[in-house]
């Protein structure tokens, strides 16, 4: 008898509607489809048509749908009732709050502009957020990149235009050697667990450089377990062996970068060590055709790598020159640096031979004529199968900046960058520091700033200090202590301003910047500093105005509460002009929008932005009669334009909406979007694809679409001008010059040319009474302290232990269950221990944000989280220890200011098992209430 096979319906209908819209659990961006029962968030999945992800979902993806469920919310406007910090809020009206909160800011512009502060942490609309702070005329403004990235975004726009995160990706189609550098896995996880498949089924190399072996490193092919901090010299001994070896892309150097451009070499010169310019201020390179001068770009010039001059009595050479004495010299031999890297001298000469062989043994052409800007017409497009990945964990230093820096050249040097098989940049990059605006501070009381705020300083006339050499801004950012600090840093804001250093201020304005917790260094100093008052009663920073969707540590210390939605909730613009979604092949950008109504008194913070603008009658945000411009925050994202006819989003522009990239606002611009599953693509014509910066091809096609307003070619900086601009004010030369202090700093780290120093806390702390280097993660799981309240992460990363290499596991005789107390100059911390023996033998690790105060988060005063989770920020102060020059140095990148939180050095002792981590921070009141035993939400089909 036929057996029967019952009838199962495997995939059973669990909605009955799909939205489609962009992910936010982590700055990846993926698309996704949001299922709907009965109007309720029913299911999340992938987007198979999205760009980004074509469907594929990470767990945190798919726990999207508990993060918009999340007891944690915050559901209507607060105003604190008891002490700061104590979490005691009643509840007003959105009316109420915003009237408050505009009445103060609308005194503080008519008056001193500059007494408010606002920062902004995990926020992807500064384009708009910049532009309302600008309207302000607050100098104060700056999103969360000193704290997290700037090193790595600066030091690839002043090299090669362009920079790693989600701004450039690996050819992963024809890679062969992977090298990736100090990488965790929350940014950008899709594409690169994606990308990594790629490889691995071609048979591609993969090689992983981190103290840490998790992620991405443990599938690596070899995994180099560096020493944290020396990455940078690492590198320079790889540049080192293949200087030696002569295995470099000698024309790629010759043509597109300025290694052919000549420099001023006489010490006596006003401008020894920059290039050589015409009268029209053009870079000069030796023609290889005549021998005679020529500006970079002229017309089928062929510049000679080695080009030399005398004129004038001045010798002049090309950078090459320099490139070749700087990294040919015996201290970046592998053998010296070895030791200090924790890597051997004949694996670093290996791993050089390696990419030597992928980029020059395994080259190819792709067949593909193309035009350079100096009109030169190529059948070919020659590849170098070689390609590099880097982020925080190489850039989290106080040499962060020069390593990046070094990295970008070790590319450059392989001819790596933009060729087929190697890293390529996505759209709106490439784009030169030349091309970016410098930043701006001048305040005019009733009157918006005088330009943007952030931006890309070239020399020392740049720099926002005052004729007094204080600093215009809070944070001090663009200083000669940090005088390339080009995202500005908001991690050194509450400090200044408890110190009322520069000067005091009135109103913090903060936006999903938790930084009376895990967003900020020091969290102990800095929840006392909200929380600490001046002689007469009244807190040292007046007025707190803050906007996160969930209880978060810092809502406690506000005056103000704006509630944000969660992400499903609001309308959000992933914008060209911004952060956008491009891929190496295509511009992209995308939305976010309502795909359900929030079901509390909230409101999208954009939103709020606009109204308060209007409140405040700002310019571009009223019209001539004082009305509105903007509804709200979608109203804008169609209607606003930048330029004329370049406005947020790219797609479907012009009356019509057949325009991609220009042209006039179209008002079924959203509606397009939702069609088209939320996102926006442009494809680069396949001769533009490769060598961006140099093709005419690209070029023209990014005017077209609005990236820029005319081609801009240009060179990779092997050399960098303004550090040498800032080098020389050091040595006494130009008209501006920094104070006396910072001189020989200075020059010893502003180097045109990278170099590698210790990181800067090795000469402040003890290295035999902190012996071990200690690092945080972010886990795969998680991204930033969002995830502590989704109940399905939780089970993932509920508690998180301090991970020791087995050297330090025996030499303390630790046993699984085990404590430690962890101490360094700035602290001390108890905290639970785990053996890992994929680790560097000197380093100690553990992940970022688990631990939670008690009260936040709508957690259980018992949650692991808060008894089990711990932070190591409570550890690492915003100034390294005193050394006896009577000066408190910043714990920070002086080039950039981006905090070296990488940098901490810590000992550790076997403690007694206590019940819960210390310090354990008094229990706050939450606004919200707490958690239900048991969220239930039954789909039937
Ligand atoms: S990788 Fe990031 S954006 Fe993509 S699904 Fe996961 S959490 Fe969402």
């Known amino acids: 008898m036929p057996h029967r096979q019952p009838a199962l319906d495997l995939s059973p209908p669990v909605s009955d509607e799909v939205r489609k819209t962009t992910c936010y659990m982590c700055a990846c961006r993926c698309g996704i489809d949001v299922h709907l029962k009965e109007g309720k968030v029913a299911y999340i999945e992938g987007n198979r048509d999205h760009p980004v992800n074509r469907g594929v979902l990470c767990a945190k993806g798919s726990a999207g749908i508990m993060q918009h469920l999340s007891p944690a919310r915050l559901r209507a406007p607060l105003r604190r009732t008891g002490p700061r910090g104590s979490g005691q809020f009643e509840e007003i009206t959105w009316d109420e ?4 909160v505009a009445e103060r800011l609308a005194g503080l512009r008519r008056t001193a502009p500059e007494k408010l502060a606002f920062f902004t942490g995990r926020d992807q609309s500064q384009s708009f957020t910049s532009w309302w702070a600008q309207a302000y005329g607050t100098p104060n403004y700056a999103a969360h990149g000193g704290f997290c990235s700037v090193n790595m975004a600066a030091a690839g726009i002043y090299t090669m235009g362009g920079a790693f995160w989600e ?26 667990k994606m990308g990594l498949g790629r490889l691995k089924a071609r048979g591609a190399k993969v090689i992983g450089v981190n103290p840490i072996r998790t992620g991405y490193n443990a599938i690596a092919d070899e995994w180099v377990g560096i020493t944290p901090g020396t990455d940078g010299l690492f590198i320079l001994s790889l540049i080192h062996c293949l200087l030696k070896a002569g295995k470099i892309d000698a024309d790629y150097l010759a043509r597109l970068t300025d290694a052919s451009v000549l420099l001023d070499e006489d010490p006596r010169s006003e401008t020894h060590g920059l290039y050589l310019r015409d009268a029209d201020g053009k870079p000069q390179v030796i023609d290889r055709r005549t021998g005679h001068l020529a500006p970079w770009d002229g017309e089928g010039v062929e510049p000679r790598l080695t080009g030399s001059l005398r004129r004038a009595g001045t010798t002049h050479r090309s950078v090459f020159h320099r490139v070749a004495e700087a990294y040919l010299d015996a201290r970046y031999a592998p053998e010296t640096v070895a030791a200090t890297c924790g890597v ?84 709106p990059y490439p784009k030169p520091a030349t091309a970016h605006p410098k930043p701006h501070g001048k305040v005019r009381p009733g009157e918006p700033l005088d330009g943007p705020h952030l931006g890309f300083v070239h020399g020392p006339a740049d720099l926002l200090v005052n004729d007094d050499g204080t600093a215009r801004r809070i944070d001090k950012a663009f200083t000669w202590e940090n005088p390339m600090s080009a995202h500005g840093m908001m991690h050194m804001v509450i400090s200044n301003a408890h110190a009322g250093d520069p000067y005091p201020i009135d109103t913090l304005f903060l936006y999903m910047a938790n930084m009376a917790w895990n967003s900020t260094m020091n969290t102990s100093a800095v929840m006392e500093m909200l929380a600490d008052k001046d002689a007469d009663g009244d807190y040292k920073i007046p007025f707190i105005v ?75 945000f009223v019209d001539a009669e004082g009305k509105a411009v903007y509804a709200d925050y979608a109203d804008y994202m169609v209607n606003h334009q930048r330029r004329p006819g370049v406005g947020p989003l790219a797609g479907w522009r012009g009356e019509d909406g057949a325009a991609g990239g220009r042209g006039a606002p179209n008002p079924e611009q959203l509606e397009k979007y939702k069609e088209n599953g939320g996102f926006w693509t442009a494809h680069i014509p396949e001769e533009a694809q490769y060598y961006k910066p140099w093709n005419r091809a690209y070029q023209d096609w990014a005017v077209e679409v609005g990236l820029f307003d005319a081609p801009q070619p240009y060179l990779f900086s092997l050399w960098c001008e303004p550090l040498r601009r800032f ?20 020059q010893a780290t502003m180097t045109p040319l990278p170099t590698w120093y210790a990181p800067l806390g090795d000469g ?35 508690r998180n232990p301090l991970y020791l290499p087995t050297a330090l596991w025996e030499k303390y ?129």
């Open 97 to 100: 709050a915003l009237g408050i």
């Open 167 to 192: 701004f450039g990706q690996p050819d992963w189609e024809r890679t062969r050697l992977f090298l990736i550098f100090g990488v965790a896995e929350d940014h950008d996880s899709n594409p690169i």
């Open 344 to 427: 051997t001298a004949e694996r670093i000469r290996r791993i050089a031979a390696e990419l030597a062989h992928a980029a020059f043994d395994q080259a190819f052409e792709v067949a593909q004529p193309w035009t350079d800007f100096r009109g030169k017409r190529h059948e070919t497009m020659p590849g170098r199968p070689v390609s590099v990945h880097a982020m925080r964990g190489i850039s989290a230093h106080s040499n962060g900046f020069q390593t990046c820096r070094a990295l970008h050249v070790l590319q450059i040097l392989l001819g790596a960058v933009e060729t087929p098989g190697s890293f390529r940049f996505k759209p």
């Open 546 to 620: 803050y906007s996160d969707a969930y209880s978060s540590e810092m809502v406690a210390y506000a005056d103000i509460v704006l509630p944000d939605t969660t992400y499903l909730e609001r309308h959000d613009c992933i914008s060209l002009l911004d952060r956008p979604i491009s891929e190496a092949d295509a511009a992209a950008d995308a939305i976010r929008w309502p795909v359900v109504e929030p079901d509390r008194d909230v409101r999208g913070f954009q939103s709020v932005l606009v109204d308060l603008g209007v409140r405040l009658g700002l310019p571009g």
């Open 727 to 746: 080098q020389a004010a050091a040595e006494g030369k130009g008209r501006h010059r920094p104070p006396e202090h910072l001189r020989a700093q200075m």
């Open 764 to 798: 402040h702390a003890d290295p035999v009474e902190y012996p071990v280097h200690a690092l945080t993660q972010r886990p795969m799981a998680m991204y930033h302290s969002w995830g502590s309240q989704n109940a399905w992460l939780r089970q993932i990363h509920g």
């Open 813 to 941: 005789r630790f046993q699984e269950g085990d404590w430690a107390c962890v101490r360094s100059p700035a602290g001390e911390i108890t905290v639970p221990v785990a053996h890992m023996a994929a680790l560097n033998p000197h380093t100690v690790w553990t992940w970022n944000a688990i631990g939670k105060r008690r009260g936040a988060w709508a957690l259980d005063k018992g949650a692991p989280e808060a008894t089990k989770g711990f932070l190591l920020n409570h550890l690492i102060h915003e100034l390294l220890p005193e050394r006896g020059d009577g000066l408190r140095w910043s714990n920070s990148d002086p080039i950039t200011g981006q905090a070296a939180w990488f940098d901490l050095r810590v000992s550790i002792e076997k403690v007694r098992a206590p019940r819960h981590v210390y310090p354990d921070p008094p229990p706050q009141a939450s606004p919200v209430p707490p958690a239900p035993a048991r969220v239930a939400q039954k789909v039937r089909p």
